[in-house]
């Protein structure tokens, strides 16, 4: 099945720098790789997504990027805001058995320092 | 739009007992999922319906564990007997449909089993 790892699992920036955040996939198969952004005591919440047949996707402050070939994917969140520290989630989606599901990366907490 | 409601927000139990999430999804969507958070484990699926029809439940846990979705805009998710080891945060989301990627997540349910 698939594995997804994402790394680093804290991560500590000052304010108005930028944050970036990696995962590597297993399963080739994968098209479509989502972030999610999970607050305190809140459920995971879509913050941006990027399929297989785009190698980037930007958001105002928020990116992603893929790398087929190498199977890695990446957010880059610029000029973070204390608002931007919560954990965030990659994921891949892909084929499971008969069916399709979504398989998480181990989070990442974001800390921005003011 | 509501979004996924789940219910109780908290729930605290004494072991043994029978524990009874629930979870309403977005109106319209056709897929929905339960999901595990722990800090140890991450976010776990346990199952996911596909029009009210469960197609994978490979990872609920053990037999005390059982989902149900009887109509399109209701699930449960059962423990009986809980144990300590099942406190966690519970997680429903749907999506539009099996084809559809992007899962939308409710706020959860806190479990603690005393």
């Known amino acids: 099945g698939e594995n997804v790892e994402q790394h680093p699992s804290t991560l500590s920036v000052q304010e108005g720098d930028s944050a970036v955040i990696k995962c590597t996939y297993s399963?080739?198969?994968?098209?479509?790789f989502p972030w999610y952004k999970q607050e305190l005591g809140k459920g995971p919440q879509l913050i941006i997504d990027i399929r297989s047949n785009v190698g980037e996707k930007k958001d105002q402050r928020i990116a992603v990027t893929l790398n087929k070939t190498a199977k890695h994917f990446s957010l880059h969140i610029t000029e973070t805001q204390p608002e931007d520290s919560a954990v965030y989630f990659c994921?891949?989606?892909?084929?499971?058995?008969?069916?399709?599901?979504?398989?998480f990366g181990s989070g990442t907490q974001l800390t921005v320092l003011p | 739009d509501a979004g996924v409601i789940q219910s109780p927000r908290h729930e605290v139990t004494e072991m043994g007992q029978e524990v009874t999430l629930r979870c309403k999804p977005i109106?319209?969507?056709?897929?929905l999922f339960w999901y595990r958070q722990t800090m140890m484990r991450g976010l776990e699926l346990l199952i996911y319906f596909n029009n009210n029809v469960p197609i994978d439940d490979s990872g609920m846990p053990e037999d005390r564990f059982s989902a149900k979705m009887p109509n399109a805009s209701f699930s449960t998710l059962k423990i009986q007997p809980s144990e300590p080891r099942d406190s966690a945060v519970y997680f429903c989301a749907s999506r539009l449909g099996a084809t559809q990627e992007t899962q939308y997540f409710g706020p959860g349910t806190r479990l603690l089993v005393l």
């Open positions: 994921a891949a989606w892909t084929l499971s058995g008969s069916a399709r599901q979504l398989t």
């Open positions: 399963d080739s198969a994968s098209n479509y």
């Open positions: 109106s319209g969507h056709n897929s």
